[in-house]
Every structure is written in structure tokens, then in C-alpha cells.
T-cell receptor, first 115, second 116 residues
Framework: AQTVTQSQPEMSVQEAETVTLSCTYD???????LFWYKQPPSRQMILVIR??????QNATENRFSVNFQKAAKSFSLKISDSQLGDAAMYFC????????????FGAGTILRVKS | GAVVSQHPSWVICKSGTSVKIECRSL??????MFWYRQFPKQSLMLMAT?????????EQGVEKDKFLINHASLTLSTLTVTSAHPEDSSFYIC????????????FGEGSWLTVV
């Protein structure tokens, strides 16, 4: 079974600075997707960024980028120019490319942004 | 983008009663929906996968007779918590998967259940 590990329960960053959230996963599959979701106090799950395992190029979405290391099974999220609105719980998630592909979530990292 | 709506957003029920939570895909057909439970400051725990027109697939340790899931149409899945007890109080979230190669998953807003 696949597992996702987020080793940082909490992280803090100063406004306008950069922060990196760590995520590792374990799988025997070669075709899969990786995601970072943001969950603000409203509890709405918001997709931040998505990476297909077959793509070597790291995904980027404005201030958000990932460092995808397939061999190391590592998928970290970098947030640049942090803003107060970035404060939330961040979840790393894995999804198999096979049919019935449910999301497997990590434990989450609480990100606090200091002004 | 695709929208998934959950109703109610919050509900309080008496111990021993049953409560139903709805999950609707508003602008796409979802052959598969997922139900999660989330305790405070914890991750999402998958409870079951809901498939349109067939029985739901429950995760290990989830009581299927207690958490009844019905996926009667391509846009609606319901979770019924039967004979609810205080320990069932939690935040329940659904998600729905679009079809095709894109295969994106969208989440509902979640439902707070408090059993008193």
C-alpha cells in the first residue's frame, strides 16, 4: 500500500520570505500523480499544485513550485514571497494512475505566516 | 472550474438518530465519489469510495452498516450516519472525480456533524 509522510507538523515563515514543506512517499508503482492541497480555517480543500510522475519537469503555479525527485520519492513544496493568506494546513497527497485511484494523504503541515 | 457541493454544512443531532449528508457535483457527472472523515488538526481519512449504480467500497475498519453510502445518480452521493453517537461527531468531506484522462478530483466544502 502507498504511504505519504510529512515530517514537519508545523512550520513558520516570515511574510515575503520563502518556505519549503517536505513530503516523501512510498510506492511500487511507476505511474502516479502527486498533489499539494491547502486547507485554510474554512476547511475547504484547495488544490495548490499537481505533478504527473512521468513528467521530469517540476510543476509551478505562480508562487508555488515543487521539487519532484522520483528516485528519492520526494515531493517538496516551495512557497515564495509568502503571504498572510498562505497560512493554512498543507497536505501532500498521492494518487495511483490506475482505475479507482483514491487519494492517499499525508498527516499535514500547519504553516504559520508571521507579519 | 468544477464545483462539488455538500449539504448541510453543519448539523446537530441527538444520539441514536440518523443523519444524512449530501454530496453533489454541480457541473459534471461523477461516476466516483469519495467520503472522508477528518478530526481536528488531523489528516483526511478515507472512509469509502462511492460508485454510481453499485455498492460502495469501504476502507478497513469502517462500519458499512453504520455509515450508509448511496450513489444513486451521476451527480449525487449521500452518506447516512445511522444511530449516531457522540464519537461520530466529526468533519465529513466528500470529493468527486471527473471522468476522462484529466481525472481531476474536486472537494466539497465539508459538513460538521455534532452528536449530542
Amino acid at each position: 500500500a502507498q504511504t505519504v509522510t510529512q515530517s514537519q507538523p508545523e512550520m513558520s515563515v516570515q511574510e515575503a520570505e520563502t518556505v519549503t514543506l517536505s513530503c516523501t512517499y512510498d510506492t511500487s508503482e511507476s505511474d502516479y500523480y502527486l498533489f499539494w492541497y491547502k486547507q485554510p480555517p474554512s476547511r475547504q480543500m484547495i488544490l495548490v499544485i499537481r505533478q504527473e510522475a512521468y513528467k521530469q519537469q517540476n510543476a509551478t503555479e505562480n508562487r508555488f513550485s515543487v521539487n519532484f525527485q522520483k528516485a528519492a520519492k520526494s515531493f517538496s513544496l516551495k512557497i515564495s514571497d509568502s503571504q498572510l493568506g498562505d497560512a493554512a494546513m498543507y497536505f501532500c497527497a498521492y494518487r495511483s494512475a490506475r482505475a479507482g485511484n483514491k487519494l492517499v494523504f499525508g498527516a499535514g503541515t500547519i504553516l504559520r505566516v508571521k507579519s | 472550474g468544477a464545483v462539488v457541493s455538500q449539504h448541510p454544512s453543519w448539523v446537530i443531532c441527538k444520539s441514536g438518530t440518523s443523519v444524512k449528508i449530501e454530496c453533489r457535483s454541480l457541473d459534471f457527472q461523477a461516476t466516483t465519489m469519495f467520503w472522508y472523515r477528518q478530526f481536528p488538526k488531523q489528516s483526511l481519512m478515507l472512509m469509502a469510495t462511492s460508485n454510481e449504480g453499485s455498492k460502495a467500497t469501504y476502507e478497513q475498519g469502517v462500519e458499512k452498516d453504520k455509515f450508509l453510502i448511496n450513489h444513486a445518480s451521476l451527480t449525487l452521493s449521500t452518506l447516512t450516519v445511522t444511530s449516531a453517537h457522540p464519537e461520530d461527531s466529526s468533519f465529513y468531506i466528500c470529493s468527486a472525480r471527473t471522468g476522462g484522462s484529466g481525472n481531476t478530483i474536486y472537494f466539497g466544502e465539508g459538513s460538521w456533524l455534532t452528536v449530542v
